[in-house]
Nanobody
């Protein structure tokens, strides 16, 4: 079993920063891609940022210039640094990873339980 546990969410005022963390644990050989998604009330879940195992990062337009995704591969952890937060960033943020388990060839997609970020104006 592999688990992803997010932390770092909270209630903040517009303009401040938050850093989300997501730690993977369990039976892991390697992690390919790691992502942050978010889902606002009444909206579909959207991809926010991706960090691949080779260090490539990509961002949704809404995150470019304000959010930074980073990985600490030795700790199987991914972070999302969020600066200049806006009320529109209010959502549940989910971590997602493509995990290759020992003795297998293919990655499976694993999701965390989510962490709430609320930005007040």
């Amino acid at each position: 079993q592999v688990q992803l546990v997010e932390s770092g969410g909270g209630l903040v005022q517009a303009g401040v920063s938050l850093r989300l963390s997501c730690a993977a644990s369990g039976s892991i050989s390697r992690i390919v891609g790691m992502r942050w998604h978010r889902q606002a009330p009444g909206k579909q879940r959207e991809l926010v940022a991706v960090a691949t195992s080779d260090g490539t990062t990509t961002y949704a337009d809404s995150a470019k210039g304000r959010f930074t995704i980073s990985r600490e591969n030795g700790k199987n952890t991914v972070y999302l640094q969020m600066n200049s937060l806006k009320p529109d960033d209010t959502a549940v943020y989910y971590c997602n990873a493509d995990v290759v388990r020992p003795g297998t060839k293919y990655a499976v997609s694993v999701w965390g339980q989510g962490t709430q970020v609320t930005v007040s104006s």
